[in-house]
């Protein structure tokens, strides 16, 4: 029996999901290799489980997804979050930060029929995780690094140096030096290529957090060149808010 592949989906945009889709050929000979159990995105068949992969897209954001994914991650051997929203909690996570309950009896003409958290929470906070796949949305290749690495019984190799790495590999000229253009290459996480540095904008932090980041001392810059606190604080309250909030400003 070929390994068999899941897809869910949690609080989230799809767009994560649709990468996979966007593989196309690789899509095709993925679907040789496995058998595609259950991926509503692209199929209404669904097979049951145990599953040998499980690949999860966004937050856990109601008590109905805490359950769902404590199911989830019984009937997988290996599950790997995909995306800010399942890694980070998502852009959603800046409810987190504020009065969830009012939000809902402003929005809401019924708010006791929503039953919700009080916060946008990663996959992570609620189930062990065998691996966090960053990005918003992520990677192509390393998503089909991932999969592969999986089937094959071996870790994946995917790379956790800043973005700043991928600048210099290819031949991007620093916007910060260059131009005192923000930017949040120096402790974002890599994989997306350094798209908008090679295009003279600054990184967004799309892929959350690199390891060990020094934010102490890249908040200090951007004030140095005229960036308010306020603007600063809301440079990383983005895509990884909550991410970005659990790390120290100085790395240990």
């Not at 679907?31 to 489980?49: D, N, Q």
């Not at 909690?89 to 029929?113: F, H, M, W």
């Amino acid at each position: 029996m070929p390994p068999k592949l899941a897809v869910w989906k949690f609080a989230s945009c799809d767009g994560c999901q649709l990468s996979l889709l966007d593989c196309e050929d690789e899509l095709l000979t993925l679907a040789g290799e496995v058998e595609i159990s259950h991926f509503l995105e692209a199929s209404s068949m669904i097979a049951p489980g145990p599953y040998d992969v499980s690949l999860v897209e966004g937050s856990i954001s109601t008590p109905a997804d805490a359950e769902r994914i404590r199911h989830i991650r019984r009937v997988s051997r290996r599950l790997v979050t995909i995306g800010a929203c399942a890694t980070a909690g998502g852009i959603q996570a800046l409810r987190n930060y504020a009065d969830t309950e009012e939000y809902r009896s402003v929005v809401y003409a019924k708010p006791e029929y929503v039953a919700t958290l009080a916060g946008s929470t990663p996959i992570s906070a609620h189930v062990p995780v065998d691996f966090e796949l960053r990005g918003c949305p992520i990677d192509r290749s390393q998503l089909l690094e991932v999969i592969s690495a999986y089937l094959a019984g071996r870790r994946p190799g995917i790379p956790d140096h800043p973005v700043c790495f991928e600048c210099k590999m290819r031949g991007t000229v620093c916007v910060m030096v260059a131009h005192g253009t923000p930017c949040l290459g120096p402790v974002t996480h890599t994989g997306c290529g350094a798209i908008c540095p090679a295009y003279g904008r600054g990184c967004y932090g799309c892929f959350g957090p690199a390891t060990r980041p020094n934010l102490g001392s890249l908040k200090t810059w951007l004030g140095s060149i005229g960036m308010s606190r306020p603007d600063v604080d809301r440079a990383f309250a983005t895509f990884n808010v909550a991410a970005f909030e659990e790390q120290p400003d100085d790395p240990p």
